[in-house]
């Protein structure tokens, strides 16, 4: 089946250390975004990526990191410099309309 | 900046009522808008779209309105079901054939009463 796919569904960090969450998409599409998403809040967009090796901040780029380094991935860093990393993590991929997204991360920091 | 509220934050109904959620962009080259729907700890669903060339679109029991006049994007449910529970995003975009981004609304929580 066609779609995205969020690894893993539910991510446990440690204060102070960097995580990497993950990403895939087999839609063929150029864009993927990640967005963030708290309790009884809207989405709003961390970084976006329209073509290979190139992506741009969102809103709230600020502690996590990118790459887009195939058309298909576009891994996202949530590193210790996030005060408060705690939240859903959504992934999604367009082609110029809609966006398709994955089913996300929880990211719970202990 | 380009941004898309939404006037209420819950609305409840009655099942088999028809819903209304609204939402208000402020945008006026805005060409393209998205209704999408998410249910608790799930990624949101594409529910339908409207490019800015339209007044209206009907999909299977909703339609969405578009009053560019007023700004004003709405998503009419109808014969409301439990199943429908969940909250409801409206995005928009400002060129639709392009790779940008999509700027999405707060949200609505819908909840639907047996």
């Known amino acids: 089946d066609g779609g995205i796919t969020q690894s893993p569904k539910y991510l446990f960090r440690k204060e102070g250390q960097n995580v990497t969450l993950s990403c895939e998409q087999n839609?063929?599409?150029?864009?993927m975004y990640w967005y963030r998403q708290d309790p009884g809040q809207g989405l709003r967009l961390i970084y976006y990526s329209q073509i290979v090796n190139d992506f741009q901040k969102g809103d709230i780029a600020e502690g996590y990191s990118v790459s887009r380094e195939k058309k298909e991935s576009f891994p996202l860093t949530v590193t210790s410099a996030q005060k408060n990393p705690t939240a859903f993590y959504l992934c999604a991929s367009s082609q110029g309309t809609e966006a398709f997204f994955g089913q996300g991360t929880r990211l719970t920091v202990v | 900046g380009e941004s898309v509220g939404l006037h209420l934050p819950t609305l409840s109904v009655q099942e088999g009522d028809n819903s209304i959620i609204n939402c208000a962009y402020s945008n006026s080259a805005s060409d393209y808008f998205i209704w999408y729907k998410q249910e608790s700890g799930k990624g949101p669903q594409f529910i339908i779209d409207i490019r800015s060339n339209m007044d209206k679109r009907q999909g299977q029991r909703v339609t969405v309105l578009l009053n560019k006049t007023v700004k004003h994007l709405s998503l009419q449910i109808a014969a409301t079901q439990p199943g429908d529970s969940a909250v409801y995003f409206c995005a928009e975009k400002g060129v639709v054939s392009t790779l940008g981004r999509l700027y999405f609304g707060r949200g609505t929580q819908l909840t639907v009463w047996p």
């Open positions: 839609l063929n599409h150029d864009a």
